[in-house]
């Protein structure tokens, strides 16, 4: 079965950076790893709906961000370990949230994060870990 474990938030101050981790595990068909899927990061902010944030297809690192952390969130995956980063510079109050790590095999993250689809399509998903700017 797919797991997902993010790990990395933290308390930093705006301007500060942070690198979260999401670990994977399970993709398999037929006792062969499945690599063509996608991995997006969510986050949630209290009284907020949850938001997509950034994709990245695992076969091939193709990515996909949120507008507002374009230039200072950057996903990337390291195709061995299975484990995709979100590398967040320039963090600013307003990116305090809980981020999720998140996969599905019929819903795309990446529809997600560019808005044409809710975030509810997605199965898989990791415990949040708790990101906080202050100002």
């Known amino acids: 079965e797919v797991q997902l474990q993010a790990s990395g938030g933290g308390l930093v101050q705006a301007g500060g950076s942070l690198r979260l981790s999401c670990a994977s595990s399970?993709?398999?068909?037929?006792?062969?790893?499945?690599?063509?899927?996608?991995i997006g990061w969510f986050r949630q902010a209290p009284g907020k709906e949850r938001e997509g944030v950034s994709c990245?297809?695992?076969?091939?690192?193709?990515?996909r961000n949120l507008d507002s952390v374009k230039g200072r969130f950057t996903i990337s995956r390291d195709y061995a370990k299975r484990t995709v980063y979100l590398q967040m510079n320039s963090l600013k109050p307003e990116d305090t949230a809980v981020y999720y790590c998140a996969t599905d095999f019929e819903t795309s993250p990446c529809t997600v994060v560019s808005g044409a689809a809710s975030y509810y399509r997605l199965d898989y998903w990791g415990k949040g870990t708790q990101v906080t700017v202050s100002s």
């Open positions: 399970g993709f398999a068909f037929d006792g062969f790893p499945v690599n063509d899927y996608v």
């Open positions: 990245i297809r695992y076969s091939d690192g193709r990515t």
